[in-house]
């Protein structure tokens, strides 16, 4: 169960984690995650995967979920959020009832990721949001393997 888990201090191991998720969501690096921040990245994955237009049009959909689960009820048109309030929030959040909402929000994550729908993440597909996010593509391998521990 979630609730299993001791509550999250925000250890600087923790913070630093967090800020690296932080600054690759924020696309345009203006140094606030916006909407059009998580739409920028589905167009681009989206070009770099050469997706259909129904694909490119589940994939938006599915970066914009996270995007409102970040603004937590806020307007997802017009929120922006610092990196200090997404630390905050996040924080606050994982130590309340988000801890049900977890599992769902990963969940999401992994589908938005697993562009095919086949359960797996292949190499090509973790290239893709590398270059949706802006990170130069070739560090994605390293990463992927390091994920990838059963090489399944």
Same mark, same amino acid.
């Given at each position: 169960?979630?609730?299993?888990?001791?509550?999250?201090?925000?250890?600087?191991?923790?913070?630093?984690?967090?800020?690296?998720?932080?600054?690759?969501?924020?696309?345009? #690096?203006?140094?606030?995650?916006?909407?059009?921040?998580?739409?920028?990245?589905?167009? #681009?994955?989206?070009?770099?995967?050469?997706?259909?237009?129904?694909?490119?049009?589940?994939?938006?959909?599915?970066?914009?979920?996270?995007?409102?689960?970040?603004?937590?009820?806020?307007?997802?048109?017009?929120?922006?959020?610092?990196?200090?309030?997404?630390?905050?929030?996040?924080?606050?959040?994982?130590?309340?009832?988000?801890?049900?909402?977890?599992?769902?929000?990963?969940?999401?994550?992994?589908?938005?990721?697993?562009?095919?729908?086949?359960?797996?993440?292949?190499?090509?597909?973790?290239?893709?949001?590398?270059?949706?996010?802006?990170?130069?593509?070739?560090?994605?391998?390293?990463?992927?393997?390091?994920?990838?521990?059963?090489?399944?």
């Amino acid at each position: 169960s979630p609730h299993d888990y001791p509550v999250v201090a925000g250890s600087e191991h923790w913070k630093r984690k967090v800020r690296t998720f932080f600054r690759a969501h924020d696309v345009d #690096r203006d140094g606030y995650l916006t909407k059009r921040d998580f739409e920028m990245t589905a167009h #681009r994955i989206a070009a770099f995967m050469n997706l259909d237009d129904k694909s490119a049009q589940d994939l938006l959909k599915n970066r914009l979920k996270i995007w409102e689960a970040i603004v937590q009820g806020g307007d997802p048109d017009s929120s922006k959020v610092s990196e200090e309030v997404y630390f905050s929030n996040l924080l606050a959040s994982l130590n309340s009832n988000f801890r049900d909402l977890a599992v769902g929000f990963v969940n999401n994550d992994f589908d938005t990721m697993d562009l095919d729908g086949d359960g797996f993440i292949s190499p090509k597909e973790h290239r893709a949001f590398f270059y949706g996010f802006g990170i130069p593509t070739e560090h994605s391998a390293a990463v992927f393997e390091a994920f990838d521990i059963g090489r399944d």
